[in-house]
């Protein structure tokens, strides 16, 4: 069994991320200085020049200011070098023209090695096909929500066949960065703006107080508006 099917990091929510250095197409980061104080999502690709990463890093691109409203940096990786992210970056751009104004502004890093995808359990260990020609698996489509203590909040990993739902990683977002605000939960399908559930945690007389114009479902549902 290769090094790289020897994994030895295990991530789960609550893991602090792990820093690296690495070679981007906005220049060299050291991973956790990048972030700063800021959140992060860092998001892999199989690899340059498929059809659905170049759907989704448009997207991207198109919604860089939804980002930035809730002060998330967006890094990509994709198992190639940088002379292909950069010639890759103009397909994207192009294509992305046909949707509206698509412009790559944020970095991808060059994991050709695989060296960042394999300390953050990004490679495909399910289907042994996809490797490139050196032999090498390719990443799956995984995203990590990075706070800026550099705990990872959220993790959601796709097939190689399913592109990413950007709607759903921006409501999760918004779900966990208002939780952090307040003790609340959010129900299902919830959406900014709707109610929201008041935390287990939070007990009726704190309820009043905190939350005075909530409602009562169930002793153990409680809904109320932000």
Known sequence: MSALHKHEYILRLGSVA???EAETTAGPIKFHE?????WGVLFSHPGDFTPVCTTELGEVARRSEEFAKRSVKVIGISANNLDDHRKWIKDINDFGAQVGPTDVQFPIIADADRKVSYIYDMLDYQDATNKDLKGLPFTIRTVFLIDPKKIIRLTLSYP??????FDEILRAIDAIQLGDKHRIATPVNWKQGEDVIIHASVNNEEAKTLFPNH???LPYLRTTPV
């Open 160 to 165: 190689a066949v399913a592109g990413r739902n």
């Open 215 to 217: 409602t009562v479902h």
């Open 18 to 20: 792990p820093d690296f």
């Open 34 to 38: 990048w972030l700063g104080d800021s």
